[in-house]
């Protein structure tokens, strides 16, 4: 519980909130609760067009960078090398992706989208920028300015920390 002697003249924006405040568990679950809100909705959305989120986000990263290879591209969706593998061959059987021998290095494989998967593609993308949007809609843009910034700071302390040894 806050105490107005001890807090008094105190800049609240100074200090960190102490581990299990209100103060920080308030923040956590609206991120959670948004979170899953988000995901919630893309996935209903994506499954409608008949992608899982999963897919998209592979999908997304071939578009963006072409010919990546697969543990880069688990690393990036934060995915096990293994599951990333299974969503690839579903894709593949889509006809939606192809692997090309890496010549650097003869047991990777470099990923390419096929003309479908970038059809494909540009329709998850253009469901995910509207879902954005309408996020974005609902605060100003200096609203936005300052979670990007906080979200920023955010997850480099948590990067630091997952870095440490347990």
């Not at 494909?120 to 309408?134: C, F, G, L, N, S």
């Not at 200096?142 to 948590?158: F, N, P, S």
Request: charged fraction near 25%.
């Amino acid at each position: 519980m806050p105490n107005a002697k001890r807090d008094a003249g105190k800049d609240p924006s100074s200090s960190s909130p102490a581990p299990g405040d209100d103060a920080a568990m308030r923040p956590w679950l609206s991120i959670a609760r948004t979170f899953y809100l988000c995901d919630a909705l893309l996935a209903r959305r994506f499954g409608a067009l008949g992608v899982r989120t999963a897919e998209h986000e592979i999908l997304v990263n071939l578009r963006r960078d072409p010919g990546i290879a697969q543990q880069t591209l688990a690393r990036r969706c934060f995915n096990a090398k293994s599951h990333i593998s299974a969503l690839l061959t579903a894709l593949e059987t889509r006809a939606w992706v192809r692997r090309e021998p890496d010549p650097a290095d003869a047991r990777a494989k470099k990923l390419f989208l096929t003309p479908a998967g970038e059809r494909m593609v540009a329709r998850t993308a253009a469901v995910q920028a509207e879902v954005a949007a309408a996020m974005a809609e609902t605060v100003s843009p200096k609203a936005l300015a300052d979670v990007t910034v906080a979200m920023g700071k955010i997850g480099e302390r948590l990067q630091r920390l997952l870095d440490q040894p347990d």
